[in-house]
Every structure is written in C-alpha cells, then in structure tokens.
C-alpha cells in the first residue's frame, strides 16, 4: 500500500470516529425528555408582620383649673359664719372668746369644704390615644413543585405556578419562570 492511501484510511476512520460520536451525542440529545411531568405544586406561604399605628379618642376627666390654690374664699366665709354663730352663743368676755372660737372653726370648716369642692369639680376633654398594633398576613413565597423525570421523583421550588410540566435543559429541570409568568408577576 502506498501512504497516501494510508493517509485516506487514517482520515477516513478518524471522520468515522468522530461522526460516530457526534451521532451517538446527537441520539442521546434527542433521547433527553424535553420536560417533566408535574405531580404536585403546594403553595408556600410566609407569615409577615406589618406593624400600623391604631389610634381612638378617649374621654378623659382631669380636676378642674383651681383658681383659689390657698382657699382664702372658703376660710373666710367660713370665719366668719362661725364668728357669726360664735358671737350668738357667748355673752360678756364668752362672748369674744365663742367669736374667735368660732370664726377659727368655721374657716377651718370653710377651708376643707372648699378644698372638697375643688377636688370634685373636673373638666370633661377628649384626647387621641394611639398605639402600635402588629397585624399578621401570609404573603406567597413561591411553589414546592413535586415532578417526575426519567421515572424519578424530585422537588423543586419555584416562583411561579407551574402548569402540568416543566421545561427540562441538559438533564435538569428549568426552574425560571417562562415569559407568560414574569409578565403575569411584573403587572
């Protein structure tokens, strides 16, 4: 045999070689599942909380503006009702004594039942009350995806809602959302 015909079967069996390669490449390609049958979806759900001011008008009373701190008014009137009535008791030198008595009694007296009266007179207002209150939510996450491929089982999560299959790339299942979705989820 002459080289170049050596050379022609070289190359020959090398193209064979590689031809047979690329056929066997091309049959397992065409022999992958192009998707996988979806045998459940569970939603995923997340609790979230969103704290928000809740605010309510509450009738407040609050003891009323005194205008007599030191209840001069009270004491004098008092001292001198009880003067009065101290000065109708006595005669002589009692007298004067029942009138002082009197008048110090009666502001005394004066003095607490003003003191009373302060006390109980209140003023009635409304005033705003507000506090924070937590108010919980669920909020989709995403999709737990149960498929079968080549007899298997599997799960994935996704974030879309996939339909009865799902889109199978070199072996694996594709878990971004087809252009349908990111459209659906952008709106």
């Known amino acids: 045999m002459d080289k170049s015909m050596m050379k022609g079967i070289a190359v020959g069996g090398l193209a064979?070689?590689?031809?047979?390669?690329?056929?066997?490449s091309g049959y397992k390609t065409l022999m992958e599942p192009k998707v996988a049958e979806v045998v459940a979806v569970k939603e995923v759900m997340e609790?979230?909380?969103?704290?928000?001011e809740q605010c309510e008008n509450v009738q407040v009373q609050r003891q009323a503006p005194v205008k007599d701190q030191n209840r001069?008014?009270?004491?004098?009137?008092?001292g001198l009702a009880g003067g009065l009535l101290g000065s109708a008791v006595g005669n002589g030198s009692g007298r004067t004594v029942a009138t002082i008595a009197g008048a110090v009694a009666g502001g005394y007296a004066g003095n607490q039942v003003q003191k009373n009266m302060q006390q109980k007179d209140v003023v009635s207002s409304v005033e705003q009350r507000c506090r924070t209150v937590n108010e919980k939510s669920q909020k989709l996450k995403g999709y737990d995806v149960t498929y079968r491929l080549n007899g298997q089982d599997g799960t994935v999560r996704t974030s879309f809602k996939p339909g009865d299959t799902?889109?199978?790339?070199?072996?694996?299942?594709?878990t971004t959302p087809?252009?349908?979705?990111?459209?659906a989820t952008r709106s």
């Open 47 to 52: 609790t979230v909380t969103t704290p928000r």
């Open 178 to 183: 087809p252009p349908s979705a990111q459209q």
């Open 16 to 24: 064979m070689v590689v031809l047979g390669a690329g056929a066997v």
């Open 166 to 174: 799902l889109p199978v790339k070199d072996g694996q299942v594709v």
């Open 72 to 78: 001069i008014a009270g004491t004098a009137i008092g």
